[in-house]
Nanobody, 126 residues
Framework: QLQLVESGGGLVQPGGSLRLSCAAS????????IGWFRQAPGKEREGVSC????????NYADSVKGRFTISRDNAKNTVYLQMNSLKPEDTAVYYC???????????????????WGQGTQVTVSS
């Protein structure tokens, strides 16, 4: 059984930080590109960031570039999204997704991913 589980979400004040985790079970992430996506109330799902299978390539949405950092620790079978300087507009359900690939590339397009987690709520509010 292939499963991705997000954790680390919660309530944080503007300017604060959170680190989201995406833990894989049933498979190893070594050969998978990983994407982070989010969906705010009344909005379409948007790509946030992605990291290639080797970790050599990353991409970020313009809205989070400079504030968010994606990383992976294959030994822990986990991908992280460090979120700093959080803004109220970052409030959303955050999802991680994975796709097997031998290409050291990634894109933050939902159709490019096969496996999805259940999501974790991030709320940025005073």
């Amino acid at each position: 059984q292939l499963q991705l589980v997000e954790s680390g979400g919660g309530l944080v004040q503007p300017g604060g930080s959170l680190r989201l985790s995406c833990a894989a079970s049933g498979f190893t992430l070594n050969y998978y590109r990983i994407g982070w996506f989010r969906q705010a109330p009344g909005k379409e799902r948007e790509g946030v960031s992605c990291i290639s299978s080797s970790g050599g390539s990353t991409n970020y949405a313009d809205s989070v570039k400079g504030r968010f950092t994606i990383s992976r620790d294959n030994a822990k079978n986990t991908v992280y999204l460090q979120m700093n300087s959080l803004k109220p507009e970052d409030t959303a359900v955050y999802y991680c997704a994975a796709r097997y690939t031998v290409q050291d590339l990634c894109v933050i397009i939902p159709f490019s991913y096969d496996y999805w987690g259940q999501g974790t709520q991030v709320t940025v509010s005073s």
